[in-house]
């Protein structure tokens, strides 16, 4: 080989190495977007849960507050039948 196809090859590998080095840049950027855009997602998702905290409380509540009461009326049901009217 000569001078001149050793150089040729040389060239066509920084050639082929910069098409790499610009294709992993572009992918890094659409990482970073994407990230950028899950952390908002996540943000977003926090936020939402913060909100539905105390509505879910309040229904917990609702429910013992139903099955006390189901539990009272069953018990009156209960003692009436055993009346025998």
Same mark, same amino acid.
């Given at each position: 080989?000569?001078? &001149?196809q050793n150089?040729?090859?040389l060239?066509?590998?920084?050639i082929?190495?910069?098409?790499?080095?610009?294709?992993?840049?572009?992918?890094?950027?659409?990482?970073?977007?994407?990230?950028?855009?899950?952390e908002?997602?996540?943000?977003?998702? &926090?936020?939402?849960?913060?909100?539905?905290?105390?509505?879910?409380?309040?229904?917990?509540?609702?429910?013992?507050?139903?099955?006390?009461?189901?539990?009272?009326?069953?018990?009156?049901?209960s003692?009436?039948?055993?009346?025998n009217?």
């Amino acid at each position: 080989m000569d001078v &001149n196809q050793n150089f040729e090859r040389l060239e066509q590998e920084v050639i082929r190495l910069m098409e790499v080095l610009e294709k992993l840049r572009k992918e890094n950027l659409e990482q970073k977007e994407q990230i950028q855009n899950l952390e908002r997602d996540i943000g977003i998702t &926090n936020a939402e849960n913060e909100r539905l905290k105390p509505i879910e409380t309040a229904h917990e509540e609702s429910n013992r507050g139903k099955e006390e009461i189901k539990g009272r009326i069953e018990n009156i049901l209960s003692r009436l039948d055993g009346l025998n009217l």
